[in-house]
């Protein structure tokens, strides 16, 4: 294998793979990213047999081919060597079979490689109608669920986001038990099989790192495994086991209390609030309703205390006090995107909902703290 090509575009494509390698890997090859290059370009591969990220430069992006051929490239100092080499085109050949001389105008390193027949030999399977969704949506519908996954490998399924299909309707869920966040969209398509499946948190957040535009994503999901291809990249997950618990029942279908505010004076009296509750155990913020008003405030009994006041337009004349985790509360606040917000109730030990007033697409949903 002998090649030249421009260093940007060998170095976009190998960080995008590189996403794939994971430090817990026993297999050492899977520690390399795999060289093929034949007649229609170069495909690099990377995998740590969970996640699979394939990438593929067409030949006419290839500046030169001199020698088709494959190799097992060690990852560790791969990505390093090519973004600090000071020129912009990078010669590579694989010398004696098993090392790869890479060089610039004024640089070279040569390095040890693996045997490609050593690479597991990974299936990459398509469906022959893929869903299809615009990437910057696709962005928007990890941001807004996958901070509420759980990280207590206790409960597996809770560490991935859930994504259920029936029809045209996909609803994608994320919860740790003590919030969630549920995202609603209508597909263009009518989907005939109902789909529900769950893709840990980990992975896709690696492929909310490659999306970076609206050109459009296809799913293709299968009963153990999920492949998404973005422009010229191929990334296939494996599925988390078992049933996602049904969170439907958790979201209440009637409030009590519902009050709008504006968006920005909620954030930032809960942001400043939460400036006493830096403590992980006593992360504590209460809001109370008073009339037209809503009073924000912690208490540190080693620190001090601080007390917010906005206004609010409430449905009813009645009050009601409750307390949830700061953290918790800047987390969902932070995935809505609008000037106004509303806040849903029923009781201080009753789930508190919040919504922007304009999108009923996103529910995100905060179990409150019991004080005494």
Known sequence: MKFTIEKNILLENLNNVAKAISIKNVIPVLNGIKFELNDDGLYLTASDTDLTIKTFIKKEKIKEVNQNGSIVVQSKYLNEIIRKLPDDIINIEVVDGLKVKIKSKNSQFNLNCLKVEDYPQIKLEYQKDPIIIKGNLFKTIIKQTVFAISSQESRPLLTGINFKIQGNIMEIT???????????????????????????????????????????????????????????ITFQTNLLSGTYPNTNNLIPDNFSIIFNTNYNEFFSSVDRASL????????????????????????????????EQIDIEKNESSNIGISFSAKYMMDALKTIDDTELVVLLNSEIKPIVIKSAKDETLIQLILPIKTY
């Open 174 to 232: 994320a919860t740790d038990s003590y919030r969630l966040a549920k995202k609603t969209i209508s597909l263009n398509e009518f989907i005939k099989d109902e789909i529900n499946i769950t893709i840990p948190g980990s992975n896709i957040s690696e492929l909310d790192k490659i999306i970076t535009d609206e050109e459009p994503v296809e799913m293709h999901i299968f009963s153990n495994k999920a492949l998404f291809i973005y422009k010229n």
């Open 276 to 307: 006493l509750t830096q403590n992980k155990e006593k992360n504590i913020v209460k809001m109370e309703t008073l009339d037209n008003k809503l009073i924000i405030s912690s208490f540190a009994s080693e620190i001090g205390r601080v007390e």
